[in-house]
């Protein structure tokens, strides 16, 4: 089951347009938004710590979601990391990960150098 290519719209002042409730933009806008709310290790500590990390349903939605890492929805997703998180969710023992604080710390200690030497590292290929 895939969404079908939605284009936003935007309102009168420049800002994006709010979609009519149980319409597909509405579904494309909710969707993406939670696509990238999975790009905070502390978001997925609380769907862990809640049990919706371990629903047959909710694990078959995020299975559904994996249509985001195609080119016509990636583009998109402003926090790249959300893709990545989404396949890694797939992933039972990567689930379980998240029911400890700690991890999600860790997870996150990692992403936070990651945008450091990532920046650092464009800057110096930049050049002066």
Same mark, same amino acid.
């Given at each position: 089951?895939?969404? +079908? *290519?939605?284009?936003? !719209?935007? *309102?009168?002042?420049?800002?994006?347009?709010?979609?009519?409730?149980?319409?597909?933009?509405?579904?494309?806008? $909710?969707?993406?938004? @939670? $696509?990238?709310?999975?790009?905070? +290790?502390?978001? /997925?500590?609380?769907?862990?710590?809640?049990?919706? =990390?371990?629903? %047959?349903?909710?694990?078959?939605?995020?299975?559904?979601?994996?249509?985001?890492?195609? +080119?016509?929805?990636?583009?998109?997703?402003?926090? %790249?990391?959300? =893709?990545? @998180? /989404?396949?890694?969710?797939?992933?039972?023992?990567?689930?379980?990960?998240?029911?400890?604080?700690?991890?999600?710390?860790?997870?996150?200690?990692?992403?936070? =150098?990651?945008?450091?030497?990532?920046?650092?590292? !464009?800057?110096?290929?930049?050049? +002066?």
């Amino acid at each position: 089951l895939r969404l +079908p *290519d939605v284009h936003l !719209r935007m *309102d009168v002042d420049g800002g994006p347009a709010t979609a009519a409730p149980g319409s597909e933009e509405q579904r494309f806008e $909710v969707e993406l938004e @939670f $696509v990238q709310c999975l790009a905070n +290790p502390e978001y /997925l500590t609380f769907l862990a710590q809640r049990g919706f =990390l371990e629903k %047959p349903e909710f694990v078959n939605y995020l299975e559904y979601l994996l249509y985001w890492k195609e +080119p016509e929805y990636a583009k998109h997703i402003t926090y %790249p990391h959300a =893709l990545a @998180f /989404l396949e890694l969710l797939q992933n039972g023992k990567f689930r379980a990960l998240f029911k400890y604080q700690f991890n999600s710390e860790a997870i996150q200690a990692q992403q936070i =150098l990651h945008w450091i030497h990532y920046n650092k590292n !464009r800057i110096e290929e930049a050049g +002066p």
